[in-house]
């Protein structure tokens, strides 16, 4: 059948009377063939990507002067002021925010939309809409005591960035496992419901052809068949970076899914 599907789409029409369940496990191959590389991609992944860890620096650099230090495991205002909120978008889906009140007043509406990293007295917290979880105490890393985030606004300055980048590769591995998880069941629920979209797209321009030879469900199971082409081509870009060979899959299935009509019709036409 892949040998079909790939180079003789006319042939498919001899598998329009298969059994459900032969045509799911085969939608089921290709969802496989197309969310393994990505799978394999994030299990792989380790760490921040230097160009994140570029980019963060970047940000940071030459900017308003961070003005605490921790000395002991507690973060500290360099001049007591604990009412002072240092607050610093990074994008649209990360906040900063550093304080050593306990009380301190955090804006609500930046909670709601993004996540929001709060740096306060005792340790780095998480906020995210109704969330708040405690990440880590600042005694938990002996490399962060008697660190100046005053040195943030300097891009050079690598041993303060060695640090903190240390601190957060060493925070995502804990939290790796139950992420990968959400990665790997998004990608396969996204890769599912793509498959499908394609799929009724296709049998709904046959349909205009074809109605009076099969049903939509018949019609339906050859184009899966024929969704081979647009399964490697998407596997293959995921795989070797080049996205136009995404393009040239679900082109290849449309052309496919046309011959496959034709050949169909022709058959009707010699009363086959």
């Not at 917290?125 to 606004?153: C, G, P, R, W």
């Amino acid at each position: 059948m892949f040998s079909n599907s790939l180079f003789a789409p006319k042939e498919i029409v001899n598998y329009r009377n298969d059994k459900w369940y032969i045509t799911l496990l085969y939608f089921l191959i290709l969802v496989l063939l197309i969310a393994m590389p990505q799978v394999v991609l994030i299990v792989q992944h380790q760490g921040i990507d230097y160009s994140a860890k570029k980019e963060i620096r970047t940000h940071f650099n030459g900017g308003d002067d961070i003005p605490f230090h921790i000395s002991d495991g507690v973060l500290v205002h360099d001049q007591g002021n604990d009412d002072f909120v240092y607050t610093e978008k990074l994008d649209n889906n990360v906040n900063i925010v550093m304080t050593t009140g306990l009380d301190a007043n955090i804006e609500q509406s930046s909670i709601d939309t993004s996540i929001t990293v709060v740096f306060r007295k005792d340790g780095v917290y998480l906020l995210q809409s109704v969330m708040h979880s405690k990440l880590f105490s600042y005694n938990e890393y002996n490399e962060l005591n008697n660190i100046d985030f005053s040195e943030a606004t300097d891009s050079r300055n690598l041993d303060f960035w060695d640090t903190m980048f240390y601190v957060a590769e060493q925070e995502l591995e804990k939290v790796k496992p139950f992420f990968n998880i959400i990665a790997i069941v998004s990608t396969i629920i996204i890769t599912v419901t793509d498959l499908v979209f394609i799929a009724l797209l296709l049998s709904l321009f046959q349909m205009f052809l074809l109605s009076r030879i099969l049903t939509f469900g018949k019609i339906f199971k050859l184009v899966i068949y024929l969704l081979s082409p647009y399964a490697f081509g998407n596997a293959l870009a995921i795989l070797f970076g080049f996205g136009i060979l995404y393009y040239v899959g679900f082109i290849m299935s449309a052309i496919y899914v046309s011959r496959m009509a034709r050949a169909i019709i022709s058959e009707s036409m010699r009363g086959r």
